[in-house]
């Protein structure tokens, strides 16, 4: 669940990079009041520990996962 929840902040944050870069557009400041606001560094600082936490998946094993049918 840990790793779904770091993906989807991971993709935010993606988004968000993207769109500062191609358009100069910061969609987390725009939608929460500033780069200084609270919920906006709030959501950055989960980004962040996201793409710590995604960092992880670089150096696990696989898991297979075989179905008895």
């Excluded at 790793?3 to 987390?28: E, H, P």
């Excluded at 950055?44 to 936490?53: A, E, K, N, Q």
Aim: proline fraction near 0%; hydrophobic fraction near 55%.
């Amino acid at each position: 669940m840990l790793d779904k929840i770091s993906l989807i902040l991971v993709i935010i944050g993606a988004l968000n990079w993207g769109s500062i870069g191609l358009f100069q557009f910061d969609a987390v400041a725009w939608l929460f009041g500033g780069q200084g606001a609270a919920v906006s560094r709030v959501i950055y600082t989960l980004v962040l520990l996201g793409g710590l936490w995604c960092i992880s998946l670089l150096f696990r094993d696989r898991e297979v996962i075989e179905s008895h049918e």
